[in-house]
C-alpha cells in the first residue's frame, strides 16, 4: 500500500504521545501505515538503485536501508523517545568503501525530502571536492551542467557567510564553500508521498542524480586511495 494522510497522523500521534505503550499498543498501525509502505517502496526501487550503482546496499528491513522509529538519546539533551520523520537510504557498505555518498528518501508530517549525498562530509572529503573543483574536472563540469540544467533539486546552502576562495568566480564560490555536500529537493505538497508511483518518480531523480553522485564518489575514492598509499608508506 501507499503512504497516506494516517501514516502523518500516527506519526505525529506517536511523537506527540513519546509513549512506549502507545507505541506497543499501536505496534500493527506502525507496521501498516509506515513499515509495509516503506519496505515496498525499498523493493520497488531496488532495480533503479542497483543500476546506478550495484554495490549500493538496497535491503527492506530496519537497520538497513530503513530507518529506526526510536531515537538514540544517549548522547543528546533531547531525550524524546521517538522521532516523528522516517526515511530510507541507499549506500555503499562503509566497511568495504569508507564514507561514500547516498541517496535518500525521508517523509514527516513537516516535508518530504529526497536526493543524494552526504550527512555529514570529513575535511578530507571536502578537500578532495575542492581539488576537483578548481582543476575543472570533467565529474565537476558535468555535475554543475546537470544543477544548472534541471529545477526539481538544489545543492542544499551549507557555505561560509564569508568566502573563502576570493580569488575564484562566484559560481565556483558556491560550490568551494560549501561545508556539505548534499544535493536536496523538498515539498510540503502530499501529492508525491502519496501517489502509487512514488518509487518510479524517485528512480527518475535519482538517475538525475547520477552526475553528482559520480563526483562525490570520485573525492571519495581519492580519500579511500590516499590513505591506503599513506598506510602503505609506513
Same mark, same amino acid.
Given at each position: 500500500? *501507499?503512504?497516506?494522510?494516517?501514516?502523518?497522523?500516527?506519526? #505525529?500521534?506517536?511523537?506527540?504521545?513519546?509513549?512506549?505503550?502507545?507505541?506497543?499498543?499501536?505496534?500493527?498501525?506502525?507496521?501498516?501505515?509506515?513499515?509495509?509502505?516503506?519496505?515496498?517502496?525499498?523493493?520497488?526501487?531496488?532495480?533503479?538503485?542497483?543500476?546506478?550503482?550495484? #554495490?549500493? @546496499?538496497?535491503?527492506?528491513? @530496519? !537497520?538497513?536501508?530503513?530507518?529506526?522509529?526510536?531515537?538514540?538519546?544517549?548522547?543528546?539533551?533531547?531525550?524524546?523517545?521517538?522521532?516523528?520523520?522516517?526515511?530510507?537510504?541507499? /549506500?555503499?557498505?562503509?566497511?568495504? #568503501?569508507?564514507?561514500? *555518498? &547516498? #541517496?535518500?528518501?525521508?517523509?514527516?508530517?513537516?516535508?518530504?525530502?529526497?536526493?543524494? !549525498?552526504?550527512?555529514?562530509? !570529513?575535511?578530507?572529503?571536502?578537500? +578532495?571536492?575542492?581539488?576537483?573543483?578548481?582543476?575543472?574536472?570533467?565529474?565537476?563540469?558535468?555535475?554543475?551542467?546537470?544543477?544548472?540544467?534541471?529545477?526539481?533539486?538544489?545543492?542544499?546552502?551549507?557555505?561560509?557567510?564569508?568566502?573563502?576562495? *576570493?580569488?575564484? *568566480? &562566484?559560481?565556483?564560490?558556491?560550490?568551494?564553500?560549501?561545508?556539505?555536500?548534499?544535493?536536496?529537493?523538498?515539498?510540503?505538497?502530499?501529492?508525491?508521498?502519496?501517489?502509487?508511483?512514488?518509487? =518510479?518518480?524517485? =528512480?527518475?531523480?535519482?538517475? &538525475?542524480?547520477?552526475?553528482? /553522485?559520480?563526483?562525490?564518489?570520485? &573525492? +571519495?575514492?581519492?580519500? @579511500?586511495? +590516499?590513505?591506503?598509499?599513506?598506510?602503505?608508506?609506513?
Amino acid at each position: 500500500m *501507499p503512504f497516506c494522510e494516517e501514516s502523518l497522523d500516527f506519526l #505525529f500521534l506517536n511523537r506527540l504521545t513519546d509513549s512506549k505503550t502507545f507505541f506497543n499498543d499501536n505496534r500493527s498501525e506502525y507496521e501498516r501505515l509506515v513499515l509495509q509502505p516503506l519496505r515496498q517502496l525499498v523493493t520497488d526501487i531496488e532495480p533503479a538503485i542497483h543500476e546506478i550503482d550495484p #554495490f549500493l @546496499v538496497c535491503e527492506p528491513k @530496519v !537497520g538497513k536501508s530503513i530507518s529506526r522509529i526510536f531515537r538514540d538519546t544517549r548522547f543528546t539533551h533531547d531525550k524524546h523517545i521517538f522521532r516523528d520523520v522516517m526515511w530510507c537510504t541507499f /549506500y555503499r557498505d562503509r566497511k568495504l #568503501f569508507g564514507s561514500m *555518498p &547516498a #541517496f535518500f528518501f525521508e517523509f514527516s508530517p513537516r516535508c518530504t525530502r529526497w536526493g543524494c !549525498g552526504y550527512y555529514q562530509c !570529513g575535511t578530507d572529503l571536502l578537500e +578532495a571536492m575542492r581539488d576537483l573543483i578548481k582543476a575543472d574536472d570533467k565529474a565537476y563540469l558535468k555535475a554543475k551542467k546537470t544543477l544548472d540544467n534541471q529545477s526539481v533539486f538544489e545543492l542544499q546552502d551549507t557555505a561560509y557567510k564569508r568566502t573563502r576562495h *576570493p580569488d575564484y *568566480p &562566484a559560481e565556483k564560490q558556491k560550490w568551494l564553500d560549501q561545508r556539505n555536500f548534499c544535493f536536496l529537493a523538498s515539498t510540503t505538497d502530499t501529492d508525491m508521498l502519496f501517489a502509487d508511483d512514488l518509487a =518510479a518518480q524517485l =528512480a527518475e531523480n535519482f538517475r &538525475a542524480m547520477l552526475p553528482m /553522485y559520480q563526483l562525490m564518489q570520485k &573525492a +571519495a575514492s581519492r580519500v @579511500v586511495d +590516499a590513505s591506503a598509499a599513506n598506510i602503505a608508506c609506513r
